[in-house]
T-cell receptor, first 113, second 110 residues
Framework: DAGVIQSPRHEVTEMGQEVTLRCKPI?????LFWYRQTMMRGLELLIY????????DSGMPEDRFSAKMPNASFSTLKIQPSEPRDSAVYFC???????????FGEGSRLTVL | GQQLNQSPQSMFIQEGEDVSMNCTSS?????WLWYKQEPGEGPVLLIA?????ELTSNGRLTAQFGITRKDSFLNISASIPSDVGIYFC??????????FGPGTRLSVLP
């Protein structure tokens, strides 16, 4: 079975540019999570969806960040405009309702110059 | 908010030694998960625990769900070089967010 698929794996961009990260969760999973990982702050939850509906976006840093899940097999995390402090690894993860097991993608490493 | 503490923060051990690490919380959880992350990769699920007192093994790894539901332990027996990585615990209340610990960084010396 395919795991959680994220793209791009690496992105280098300049400050002020728009960044879009993409995620395809595991088929049949009801929950999708976006995390950000940095050395200083570890794994931070940004937002999560249940059945394509955003449930908790309190971790989204500010209005520059937005996330959508137009259907059960696709989600995007967008940063506009990007800033150097947004540099981090962004992970998407999915789980099945009641299962309790959370599976991560390989991450998107973002560098904002 | 909920927080998880992991100890030790890091450890250096000799190949062949056993490893113990733990995770504690001020809140109770229904599920405890243990992950391993290697450089440049996403966290990989090692063991999932669903019941207080549960003891589960996966090869050389053994994890336990604490009786109080506020802690969990991970043991690795006979460590090998490929065990190197960061080990994260995570707790979840049913249907809610997963809360992650800061990780234990394991180094295995040959």
């Amino acid at each position: 079975d395919a795991g959680v698929i994220q793209s791009p794996r690496h992105e280098v961009t300049e400050m002020g540019q728009e960044v879009t990260l993409r995620c395809k969760p595991i088929s049949g999973h009801d929950y999708l999570f976006w995390y950000r990982q940095t050395m200083m702050r570890g794994l931070e939850l940004l937002i999560y969806f249940n059945n394509n509906v955003p449930i908790d976006d309190s971790g989204m840093p500010e209005d520059r960040f937005s996330a959508k899940m137009p259907n059960a097999s696709f989600s995007t995390l967008k940063i506009q405009p990007s800033e150097p402090r947004d540099s981090a690894v962004y992970f998407c993860a999915s789980s099945r309702l009641g299962d309790g097991e959370l599976f991560f993608g390989e991450g998107s490493r973002l560098t904002v110059l | 908010g909920q927080q998880l503490n992991q100890s030790p923060q890091s450890m250096f051990i000799q190949e062949g030694e056993d490893v113990s690490m733990n995770c504690t919380s001020s809140s109770i959880f229904n599920t405890w998960l243990w992950y391993k992350q290697e450089p440049g990769e996403g966290p990989v699920l090692l063991i999932a625990l669903y019941k207080a007192g549960e003891l589960t093994s996966n090869g050389r790894l053994t994890a336990q769900f604490g009786i109080t539901r506020k802690d969990s332990f991970l043991n690795i027996s006979a460590s090998i070089p490929s065990d190197v990585g960061i080990y994260f615990c995570a707790g979840q209340l049913y249907g809610q967010n997963f809360v992650f610990g800061p990780g234990t960084r394991l180094s295995v010396l040959p």
